[in-house]
């Protein structure tokens, strides 16, 4: 199963090292990354593979939104097919 993962908040160093290894530790696959820096704001989408993941789709969310809070950034986990339902014309 694939999901995007979504970051956006005040740009500080470290953000994608910190949510790269926290998937990594789950064993969630970083299919592709992009990221981009809108003067102090860092906003960035990935796309994932779960298919080996040792969580489910709805524990990671929970996980990486809390994950989020702690380094001051907004993080949400959709499946890929609900995101693109929702961003489609």
Known sequence: MR??????GKDKKGIIAKVSAYLAERNVNILDISQTIL???FAMIML???SCAEVELGTLA???EE?????G????VQ???IFN????V
């Open 3 to 8: 999901a995007v993962v979504t970051v956006v």
């Open 48 to 50: 994932i593979d779960l």
């Open 62 to 64: 929970v996980q990486c």
């Open 85 to 88: 339902a929702m961003h489609s």
């Open 39 to 41: 003067e102090d704001y």
């Open 67 to 71: 994950m989020g809070k702690k380094i």
């Open 73 to 76: 950034m907004s993080i949400h």
């Open 79 to 81: 499946h890929e097919e």
